[in-house]
């Protein structure tokens, strides 16, 4: 008898045991096979019953996807080809590829006919919005759905910086000061670098001095406090993204010293005038 094949008569009963079977399963040979089940009570025979079995391996992917970056925006980038490789598979019918962002799952285009054991897939800067995707390939076979491993695509827009941008300001000796820009886009996050003028009209790359100066590797600049001696001249900053666009410089812009004193300066020339005018009233009611 074969494992879930049974027969019954309604004379003689269970007649499972006096089933024969033909045709044998070479497990180690990726085929078709074709089993018959027959069976008889001594009188009539039942009509024949065939089981179709299939052998092979399952379906693996010898070369998965591979991801890459694309920009959106003008000037777009030309679509990102994707293509996967795999082996096996029992009676391969159709693939699909799909996108992943967080536990939000979409199709890309239509299911296609297996052709081949090479699946490619040509993805447009605008078939996605601005996010990070898993790409990855569904093939359907007699098992069922088949996963390739996913490739990381990253989509996202050209980096600009907003208006108006850095701009000249006037800094007074001795007081803080933020200053910097903003700047939308890009893609893997952004890398900053502050360059100042030496004097002799070369920009030189500027690091973090703290406490006095921290920012440069930011899009903001922080005066902790200004020193005019020092800090006062013409900056300008790169900005790169991971993504690969074409770095954007920002600037040139100058800082000047200011007039007058710094708050914090201001608030201890009021109390001085202040303890100096009571001084000077107590003085007078002393005279008389």
Known sequence: ADPGATATDACVG??????????TVETATPGTYTVTYNVTD????????????MVGDLVSFTTPPTGGD???NAPVSPPLSLSAVFAGGIAPTTYQW???????????????????????????????ATGTYEVYVVVNDATGANRSPGATVRVGEH???TPPGLMDVQIVDGAK????FKITGG??????????????????????APPALTGTGTSTL?????????MVGTYQVEVSDKGGDLPITVGPATITQGAGVPVGGALGLAALAAMTALGGAASIRRRR
């Open 42 to 53: 001594g009188v009539n025979a039942a009509p024949q019953v065939t089981r179709t079995g």
């Open 159 to 161: 980096m600009a910086v």
């Open 98 to 128: 799909f996108s992943k962002t967080g536990s939000t799952v979409a199709p890309i285009g239509a299911a296609a006919a297996v052709a081949g054991n090479t699946l490619e897939l040509s993805l447009a800067a605008t078939a996605l």
């Open 187 to 208: 893609i893997g996050g952004l890398t900053y670098q502050w360059f100042k003028d030496d004097g002799a009209k070369a920009m030189v790359a500027i690091s973090d």
């Open 70 to 72: 694309l920009y959106r």
């Open 177 to 180: 000061k933020d200053w910097g």
């Open 14 to 23: 269970d007649l499972t045991s006096s089933i024969v079977v033909g045709g």
């Open 222 to 230: 922080h005066f902790n406090p200004f020193a005019a001696a020092t």
